[in-house]
C-alpha cells in the first residue's frame, strides 16, 4: 500500500466518523428538542402542579392546579416514566392547546435532554475509535454519564 493511499483511507475513516458523530448528535438535539423546547422555552405557557391521580398504560393522569390566573383542568397527562406515583405533585407546565404536561424543575430539564444524552455517550464511542481522538472521546463520555445518573437520581 502507498503512502498515497494510506492517507486516503485515513482522511476517509476519519470523514466518515466525524460524519456519523455529527449526525448522531444532531439526532440526539432533535429527539430531545420536542420536550426540552417547553421546559426551557417556558414562558407564557401555562405552569402549575399537578397531582398524578392514577397511571395506566405508559401516562399517568391527574389534575393540574395552574399558578396564575387559568382555571384547574382535570384529565392532565405526563409521561409515567417522569411521574412517580400516585398521590405525588409534580411542577409542571402544559403543552400549548392540549391536556399533556412536562414536567419542569431540574429533574424535568435533565430528562427532556435524556436523548441527547445517550447520543453523547454513543457518539464518545465513535470519536475514541473512528476518530482516535481519546480525550474528547472520555470528555464526551464522563459528560454524558453525569447527565445520565443526574437524571436517575433526580426522577427517583
Not at 430528562?111 to 472520555?138: E, F, Q
Amino acid at each position: 500500500m502507498t503512502k498515497r493511499s494510506r492517507t486516503f483511507l485515513v482522511f476517509a475513516r476519519r470523514a466518515a466518523s466525524g460524519l456519523v458523530v455529527a449526525l448522531l448528535v444532531v439526532a440526539g438535539f432533535w429527539s430531545s428538542w420536542g420536550t426540552a423546547q417547553h421546559v426551557v422555552l417556558a414562558r407564557g405557557r401555562e405552569h402549575g402542579r399537578l397531582t398524578v391521580t392514577g397511571c395506566a398504560q405508559g401516562v399517568c393522569a391527574g389534575s393540574f392546579s395552574p399558578v396564575g390566573d387559568a382555571g384547574p383542568h382535570a384529565g392532565v397527562t405526563i409521561a409515567e416514566s417522569v411521574a412517580a406515583g400516585p398521590g405525588d405533585h409534580l411542577p409542571v407546565v402544559l403543552k400549548p392547546g392540549t391536556d399533556d404536561a412536562v414536567r419542569t424543575g431540574v429533574a424535568g430539564f435533565l430528562y427532556a435532554w435524556l436523548p441527547l444524552s445517550g447520543a453523547l455517550l454513543l457518539a464518545s464511542l465513535l470519536v475514541a475509535g473512528g476518530l482516535r481522538m481519546p480525550r474528547l472521546a472520555w470528555t464526551l463520555a464522563a459528560t454524558a454519564t453525569a447527565a445520565l445518573t443526574a437524571t436517575f437520581l433526580t426522577l427517583r
